[in-house]
Structure formats: C-alpha cells, structure tokens
T-cell receptor
Framework: KAGVTQTPRYLIKTRGQQVTLSCSPI?????VSWYQQTPGQGLQFLFE???????NKGNFPGRFSGRQFSNSRSEMNVSTLELGDSALYLC????????????FGPGTRLTVL | GQQVMQIPQYQHVQEGEDFTTYCNSS?????IQWYKQRPGGHPVFLIQ?????EVKKQKRLTFQFGEAKKNSSLHITATQTTDVGTYFC????????????FGTGTQLKVEL
C-alpha cells in the first residue's frame, strides 16, 4: 500500500497570504488528522476528520480550517498567514476511528516571510 | 489542559550504551503510543500500550506503562547509530477520536 502523501512538500509565502495544503491518506483509511510541528511548541493537534466530518479541533485560531472529501483526501487552509505559522504541517491517517496508530505523511514545510 | 512531558529533552550516548526516556502525563491515560522521528523525517509509530503495568519488547527496545497509567518509559539497550532521532510518547487527547497529545520529545544522539 502506498503511504500517506502530502503536497506540496515545501512552500514559501508572505505574511497576509493564504495557503492550502493537501493530504491523501492510505487507501481505506477514513480518519485524517493534521498536526503542526515547531521547535518551540512541538507537535500540536490541529483537527481530525472522519468520513468528511470534523470530529475534533485543537486550540488554533479560526484562520486554520480544513475539510475532507468523499475519497478521504483532506485539505487544510491557513488564511492571513503570520510569521508564527512557519512550521512543518503533518497529516496522519488511521484505519479506525478511535485511539489507533497514526500513519504520518512526510509533511509540508511552510515558511512565512 | 492535558500536558505530557518527557525527560530528558536531549541525550547524547556512546554507541553501545543504554538509553531511557520517561514520559509523564498530567491525566490518566487509557493508552499510550510511542513514535520515533528521524532527523528530517516524520513520526513513525512504534507501539501502543493499553494495560496498567504493561511491558512490551521490540528487539532492543522495552516499553513500559505505569501502574497508574500516567507515566511510561522507553528503554533502548546497546544503542546503535540507527537509533538516532526524537522519541515521542503520545496519549489520547480530550475529545476522543484519534486526537493525540504528544509529549515534548527526547532527542537521542549516538556517537561512535
């Protein structure tokens, strides 16, 4: 089986712009979660989608949003980018809907200038 | 809110030495997972512990879940250069589903 894929792998944006990141889970996985990883804050949960519904959301401002499509692919969007949004954004998929191991993608490295 | 701390933050060892990282949660956990992230890579699942006092082994790695289900440890025997990376513990986050609250991580460096 192919692993979790994320596009793009690298992205450079300027403050105020918006960005959309994409994640394709492992085939058959219906749960997709997003995490932000920074040196200062570590790995922080953004949100989880299961069967196109957002099930859980982390403590991030409303500028961070996401969605999931019927084929389980997911996108996350960040509007009005700030310098502090520079991070590695990781997507993870899971085969079940609860407390299961997460398969992470390679991440999207976002740099905000 | 829920906090998961790990110590030490960094550990340098000589190849062949043992290594241990400790994970402590502010709340009782139904289970705990461990992940490894190589430099420049992404987290990779290692194991999940569910039972109080559970001990599991994977070759040179030994994982333990505390009796009170609030702490866990990962011990590596006779480290190798392939063990380099950051080790994270993670517990179920508030709200359920597959949300994980990750520990602060322990970065392991192995010197020849």
């Amino acid at each position: 089986k192919a692993g979790v894929t994320q596009t793009p792998r690298y992205l450079i944006k300027t403050r105020g712009q918006q960005v959309t990141l994409s994640c394709s889970p492992i085939s058959g996985h219906r749960s997709v979660s997003w995490y932000q990883q920074t040196p200062g804050q570590g790995l922080q949960f953004l949100f989880e989608y299961f069967s196109e519904t957002q099930r859980n959301k982390g403590n991030f401002p409303g500028r961070f949003s996401g969605r999931q499509f019927s084929n389980s692919r997911s996108e996350m969007n960040v509007s009005t980018l700030e310098l502090g949004d520079s991070a590695l954004y990781l997507c993870a998929s899971s085969s079940t809907n609860w407390d299961n191991e997460q398969f992470f993608g390679p991440g999207t490295r976002l740099t905000v200038l | 809110g829920q906090q998961v701390m790990q110590i030490p933050q960094y550990q340098h060892v000589q190849e062949g030495e043992d290594f241990t990282t400790y994970c402590n949660s502010s709340t009782t956990l139904s289970n705990i997972q461990w992940y490894k992230q190589r430099p420049g890579g992404h987290p990779v699942f290692l194991i999940q512990l569910v039972k109080s006092g559970e001990v599991k082994k994977q070759k040179r790695l030994t994982f333990q879940f505390g009796e009170a289900k609030k702490n866990s440890s990962l011990h590596i025997t006779a480290t190798q250069t392939t063990d380099v990376g950051t080790y994270f513990c993670a517990g179920p986050g508030a709200g359920g589903g597959n949300k994980l609250t990750f520990g602060t991580g322990t970065q392991l460096k192995v010197e020849l």
